[in-house]
């Protein structure tokens, strides 16, 4: 009973803007951004690094390096802020969390990428 | 109608608004609560009403308790709270739901017993600060209390001097939470921020005074 009211609110939350995707692939956040009255959406493309948690409070880490500073910026999944998810290209890695990327600058930091 | 609900704390999930707010909630299942006395002015000096949760066996319910839910037309019911009661016609075995006394959007305070945290020292218990030191003579003194006061003149401890002890399972109130969200087909609500106690804990939901 209190188990099924648990999955109920969590899967209330989640919507299914957010395609499948894996720790390794680039992609591009459309992020909705309201500034005053108006809303526009606001794009931020880069390598997903990390997942975290689970039901609806899972959460993305996206990575990129912008002017050769390393950003990184957590996404909650089922945000009703995230507009799109584009997967721009697929990466092939080994592991679930990339946190090793943050060591590595320009062509260390490439990913090889992963045929469909 | 009754100023509060007993319910019962089923766990914490987090929430988004319409605005793409995220919010921490407590989610508490709030099935209808059961009358089962009802005090007046007249001859209790006060007015409340007391409500009952959760169904009990037959035969794990005392004689006298037994009698108490026969008189309000119910079955043994499981924990029994006393809530004010602002005046309106209840009567006994009337069963209060939860969008009767609370709506979305509403401040109110939430009461449980804390989850118990077994013999803690003063660093935990208390928050002493300790002795943030590793260095400079000291051996195994970082979470001690220190002194717990003067040498031959009062001669002993003073009463209520806060030591090493027994943590938790203490009543506390949770004033000024916000209820995000009532579904009263699923008899839950859920109100932003934590409460007191463990997962199936029992928890007593009050309007603000």
């Given at each position: 009973?209190?188990?099924?009211?648990?999955?109920?609110?969590?899967?209330?939350q989640?919507h299914?803007?957010?395609?499948?995707?894996?720790?390794?692939?680039?992609?591009?956040?459309?992020v909705r951004v309201v500034?005053?009255?108006?809303e526009?959406?606001?794009?931020?493309?880069?390598?997903?690094?990390?997942?975290?948690?689970?039901?609806?409070?899972?959460?993305?880490?996206?990575?990129?390096?912008?002017?050769?500073?390393?950003?990184?910026?957590?996404f909650p999944?089922y945000s009703p802020k995230l507009a799109?998810?584009?997967?721009?290209?697929?990466?092939?890695?080994?592991?679930?969390?990339?946190?090793?990327?943050?060591?590595?600058?320009?062509?260390?930091?490439?990913?090889?990428?992963?045929?469909? | 109608?009754?100023?509060?609900?007993?319910?019962?704390?089923?766990?914490?999930?987090?929430i988004f608004d319409k605005d793409g707010n995220h919010f921490?909630?407590?989610?508490?299942?709030?099935?209808?609560?059961?009358?089962?006395?009802?005090?007046?002015?007249?001859?209790?000096?006060?007015?409340?009403?007391?409500?009952?949760?959760?169904?009990?066996?037959?035969?794990?319910?005392?004689?006298?308790?037994?009698?108490?839910?026969?008189?309000?037309?119910?079955?043994?019911?499981?924990?029994?709270?006393?809530?004010?009661?602002?005046?309106?016609?209840?009567?006994?075995?009337?069963?209060?739901?939860?969008?009767?006394?609370?709506?979305?959007?509403?401040?109110?305070?939430?009461?449980?017993?804390?989850?118990?945290?077994?013999?803690?020292?003063?660093?935990?218990?208390?928050?002493?600060?300790?002795?943030?030191?590793?260095?400079?003579?000291?051996?195994?003194?970082?979470?001690?209390?220190?002194?717990?006061?003067?040498?031959?003149?009062?001669?002993?401890?003073?009463?209520?001097?806060?030591?090493?002890?027994?943590?938790?399972?203490?009543?506390?109130?949770?004033?000024?939470?916000?209820?995000?969200?009532?579904?009263?087909?699923?008899?839950?609500?859920?109100?932003?921020?934590?409460?007191?106690?463990?997962?199936?804990?029992?928890?007593?939901?009050?309007?603000?005074?």
């Open positions: 009973m209190a188990t099924d009211l648990m999955n109920l609110i969590e899967t209330s989640k299914d803007k957010v395609p499948d995707f894996t720790a390794g692939d680039t992609v591009n956040v459309h500034e005053g009255e108006k526009r959406i606001q794009q931020y493309q880069g390598v997903v690094i990390a997942f975290k948690g689970s039901g609806a409070r899972r959460t993305f880490t996206v990575r990129k390096v912008s002017n050769g500073v390393g950003v990184e910026r957590i999944m799109m998810v584009e997967i721009v290209r697929l990466g092939n890695v080994r592991r679930s969390k990339l946190y090793y990327l943050r060591d590595l600058r320009g062509k260390a930091s490439r990913i090889k990428e992963r045929r469909r | 109608m009754s100023k509060g609900l007993l319910g019962i704390k089923v766990g914490m999930t987090s921490p909630c407590t989610v508490i299942e709030v099935e209808p609560n059961v009358v089962t006395q009802i005090r007046t002015k007249e001859r209790d000096g006060y007015s409340a009403v007391q409500l009952a949760l959760g169904n009990k066996k037959e035969k794990r319910t005392a004689k006298s308790m037994r009698g108490h839910f026969e008189a309000a037309g119910t079955t043994p019911k499981r924990h029994v709270r006393e809530f004010p009661l602002s005046e309106s016609e209840l009567s006994l075995g009337d069963e209060i739901r939860l969008e009767d006394v609370f709506t979305e959007g509403e401040i109110i305070n939430v009461s449980g017993t804390s989850k118990g945290k077994g013999f803690q020292g003063v660093v935990k218990r208390h928050k002493f600060r300790g002795v943030n030191d590793a260095t400079h003579g000291q051996h195994n003194r970082q979470r001690a209390p220190g002194s717990i006061g003067a040498g031959s003149d009062p001669s002993r401890v003073f009463k209520g001097m806060r030591m090493a002890g027994r943590m938790g399972t203490d009543r506390v109130t949770i004033k000024n939470l916000k209820v995000m969200r009532v579904m009263s087909d699923q008899n839950a609500i859920l109100v932003i921020g934590a409460v007191p106690g463990p997962i199936n804990g029992l928890v007593e939901l009050r309007k603000k005074q």
